[in-house]
């Protein structure tokens, strides 16, 4: 342990981790969102297994297309999102807020696709309780006949749309959030609060939005892809 | 820095605080005033939900009678002054979940968390006072919307405080929809609460330890508070998700914990206690944290065992999340997976069995002041280890298929909440009420209060082992119903008595904490000769805490150091400065 008395006289500022708590305190609170997520998925895993005739094939029910290029958008929003901060490492006071402004913009994108398809869906027949009575969706699986080219549609999909409206919801929660948060720091940026020497703000609200979008590769690709 | 300007102006710490009154004392950002609203809060929960247990230990003491003052609530809760069923499982379910998100875990986490963690590692504030004030906001309006649901049509939330599905998802069969909906509702906001919370504490443990505050010179309240963090963080987001889905369940008909549609009433089971084991540590260990403290203060004697008070606090912590399945023995488990849980659960009473000996050990042939503080602690390590014992019996799968969900379980979780927790929060308010409101609390009513709560405390729980042994159920509305269970009932009717006498008890406290704060006498810096840096700033400490940033020498419980002037040593004072008598003009 390092002796107290040599050490130089003290420095209230200086965090005894040389990293500032504004990024130790996000690292710590994405801990706790990682075991809300683990929670999420770990019930859907557990439902899946114990009734897997809930759900239709990928594909059937859900646009993979569409939503492969939404994901593709946020992808490329982590990627503005590095560009935005590596601008204001070199003090690109212009660079920051072009990428800022582009990273909120292809966030709330994401979000708007996804309310669309929600919209979509429940007007097919996917609610959050199964099928909605009368839908092309119940009547298909009621029929037992092909839907879309694919094999018959599952009787019940009780669980197939209450996992895939609370997961994907609360993911798309999440990027709500992250794009109010954005938009905020993105204000401050035009207002010139940040600089070469201190732009903590971009980079805690980073490392929110890289762990968003990292949770959503892997949401996509449980949820729509298996 | 205010602290810095006050290093100038040393004669008088004269930063003049020219906040407002409500930026003082409402939305404070100060971590002390935070603490201690936290504290009035959830003292303000803890007699409510005293309250609660007393009516329901009066249904249970002298079933169908009418209820003293029973005639004020309305029709829909106690007809004629009779309590009804609905409204009997209503108060059982809040009496725990008051007790547990809005008493014990606000007054360890919220007011100790807040109050003695930057205090005691030597930081001015928390590392984000923003967060914090707004953590404590949101837990009030949490605690608002818990108890709306008393006011709602259907009654309040009755699937008890472990709400299992389907009862709990189903407003079809138990009657409850809003009142269950505000109980999710609640706890995923204060869990929002407590997540903030907790990412606050632990990043000013890393990050805020004053210079030469090295981790293995931490007291032992600050190991116990930032593993427990560790663990609200960690846990209480399982418990949002799982308030989550049974919230979707009961408004927009998701089908998590629907049999009817395939879902799985045991997920629940499974999500709830792999967030309630570790939340039982949550409750325990601060709790153990401060008895440690208040022991070695007492005894005049360093922690025995330091290092391995710190190695079990974590392997609690950490073991802590392999155990859940024991609550669930009787869910049709498969046994070899039992005896999995069995074994890790009695694992971890070795963590738990170190520290008790370790605790002995600090007072074996200490010169022990037995002031208010010492004597609860002294109580909570005998009541702990009756509580652990209880607990080895219920971690073995063919006991415990016997005992499950009898007053037994109830006798062990009140041996270890309230003897518990309780009796090491009773010693940690009386130890730090100097440092929080400049005044000692009253010693001989303080001593009266031990003592009383001691005696009616047992009378009340010791009994319930045995009631419990013979099959009293937990949960039941009217014992004289079962044949079997009416030659228990002069026992209910004794444990119904001993449970008024301990909840009159408690108004002694409330008188002497209410009184102390106006009255009590003025108290110095340091008026238990401590070794903790928060003695070393006047009481009450200002806003930013320390004259200037201390710097610590020494370990944690320097007691009785031979060739001292004085029997303790600070830690942020030198060996050779103590000596003399350092800071004495100050
Ligand atoms: C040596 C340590 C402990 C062991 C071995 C242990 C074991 C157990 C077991 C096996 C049960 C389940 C009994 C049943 O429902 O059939 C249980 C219940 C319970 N324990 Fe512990 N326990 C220990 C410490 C604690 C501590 C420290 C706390 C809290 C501060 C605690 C709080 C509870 C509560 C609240 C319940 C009842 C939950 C309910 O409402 O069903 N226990 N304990
Ligand atoms: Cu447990």
């Not at chain 1, 708590?21 to 990682?34: A, D, P, R, T």
């Not at chain 2, 974590?314 to 849980?341: D, E, R």
């Not at chain 2, 209410?514 to 400490?541: H, M, Q, V, Y």
Request: with cysteine; proline share 6%; charged share 10%.
């Amino acid at each position: 342990m390092a002796n107290a008395t040599m050490m130089g006289p003290p420095a209230e500022t200086q965090p005894a981790t040389g990293v500032y708590n504004g990024k130790v305190g996000m690292w710590i609170f994405l801990g706790s969102e990682v075991m809300f997520f683990t929670a999420l998925i770990g019930s859907y895993i557990i439902l899946r297994f114990a009734h897997p005739e809930q759900w239709a094939t990928p594909g059937q029910a859900l646009n993979i297309p569409v939503t492969a290029v939404n994901t593709f958008l946020l992808i490329c929003s982590s990627v503005t999102m590095v560009k935005a901060f590596a601008a204001i490492q070199d003090g690109d006071q212009k660079g920051l807020r072009m990428w800022l402004v582009a990273t909120v913009l292809i966030g709330a994108t994401f979000v708007s696709v996804q309310v669309y398809e929600y919209v979509h869906l429940a007007h097919l027949g996917l609610l959050p309780s199964g099928y909605r009575e009368g839908s092309d969706l119940a009547n298909a699986a009621a029929s037992g006949v092909a839907w879309k080219a694919g094999p018959a549609l599952p009787a019940a999909v009780g669980l197939y749309g209450t996992t895939f409206y609370t997961m994907t919801g609360f993911h798309g929660f999440h990027v709500t959030m992250g794009v109010l948060c954005m938009a905020f720091v993105t204000w401050k940026a035009f207002n010139g609060k940040y600089t070469v020497a201190d732009h903590r703000g971009v980079e805690v609200i980073g490392l929110y939005w890289h762990f968003v979008d990292l949770v959503w590769i892997i949401l996509f690709t449980i949820v729509y892809l298996m | 820095m205010a602290t810095t300007a006050a290093v100038v102006d040393h004669a008088t710490h004269a930063h003049a605080d020219d906040r407002s009154f409500i930026r003082k004392y409402i939305f404070s950002t100060d971590h002390k005033i935070i603490g201690i609203q936290f504290g009035l809060m959830s003292l303000v929960f803890l007699a409510l939900g005293g309250t609660l247990a007393m009516m329901i230990r009066w249904q249970l003491g002298f079933p169908g009678k009418p209820m003293p003052l029973g005639s004020l609530l309305p029709e829909t809760m106690a007809a004629g002054g009779i309590m009804l069923p609905e409204f009997y499982v209503a108060l059982v379910t809040m009496h725990g979940t008051i007790m547990v998100f809005f008493a014990i875990m606000p007054l360890l986490m919220g007011l100790f968390g807040n109050f003695l963690i930057p205090l005691k590692i030597g930081a001015p504030d928390m590392a984000f006072p923003r967060i914090n004030m707004a953590s404590f906001w949101i837990a009030v309006s949490a605690g608002v919307l818990m108890m709306a649901g008393f006011f709602v049509e259907g009654g309040h939330a009755g699937a008890g405080w472990t709400g299992y599905a389907p009862l709990s998802a189903r407003p079809d069969l138990s009657g409850v929809s809003l009142g269950q909906e505000l109980w999710c509702l609640s706890l995923i906001i204060l869990g929002l609460a407590s997540i903030l919370g907790a990412t606050n504490y632990i990043t000013t443990v890393i990050n805020m330890r004053a210079p030469g505050m090295t981790w293995f010179r931490l007291p032992l309240s600050i190991w116990a508070l930032f593993i427990a963090s560790i663990l609200v963080l960690l846990a209480i987001p399982i418990l949002s998700g799982a308030a989550i889905m049974l919230l979707f369940d009961q408004t927009i008909g998701t089908n998590f914990f629907n049999p009817a549609t395939g879902g799985q009433p045991l997920l629940w089971q499974h999500l709830f206690w792999y967030f309630g084991h570790p939340e039982v540590y949550i409750l325990i260990l601060p709790a153990m944290g401060f008895v440690s403290d208040v022991l070695a203060c007492g005894s005049r004697k360093p922690v025995f065992g330091y290092h391995s008070m710190i190695y079990a606090i974590i392997s609690i912590g950490f073991l802590g999340w392999i155990v859940w399945g024991h609550h669930m023995f009787q869910s049709g488990m498969n046994p070899t997976l039992g005896m999995t849980f069995t074994i890790s659960t009695l694992l971890i009473a070795v963590p738990s069995a170190i520290k008790v000996f370790n605790w002995m050990g600090t007072m074996w042939r200490g010169s022990i002041h037995f002031t208010t503080p010492v004597l609860h602690a002294v109580g909570f390590v005998a009541m702990f280890t009756i509580g652990g014992l209880s607990g080895v019996f219920m971690s073995s799968t063919p006991v415990d298929i016997y005992i499950h969900d009898t007053y037994f379980i109830v006798a062990h979780l009140h041996y270890v909440l309230f003897g518990g927790s309780l009796f090491g929060l009773f010693a940690a308010i009386t130890f730090w009420y100097p440092k929080m409101f400049g005044r000692m609390m009253n010693e001989f009513w303080g001593k009266v209060h031990f003592w009383l709560t001691m005696v009616f405390y047992n009378a009340v729980f010791w009994p319930m082992h045995d009631i419990g042994v013979h099959g009293h159920m937990r949960r039941i509305y009217d014992p004289s119903q079962y044949d079997f269970l009416k030659p228990l009932a002069p026992v209910n009717t004794f444990i119904s008595i001993s449970a008024f006498l301990l909840f009159a008890t408690q108004g002694i406290f409330a008188l002497n904490f209410i009184i102390s704060w106006f009255k009590g006498e003025k108290a110095g810096r340091n008026p238990w000769k401590d070794t903790g840096l928060e003695w070393s700033t006047p009481s009450p400490a200002p806003h930013g805490n320390f004259e200037k940033t201390p710097t610590v020498y020494n370990a944690p419980y320097e007691f009785s150091v031979p060739g001292m002037a004085e029997d303790y040593l600070p830690q942020d004072q030198k060996a050779d400065q103590s000596r003399a008598p350092a800071g004495a003009g100050h």
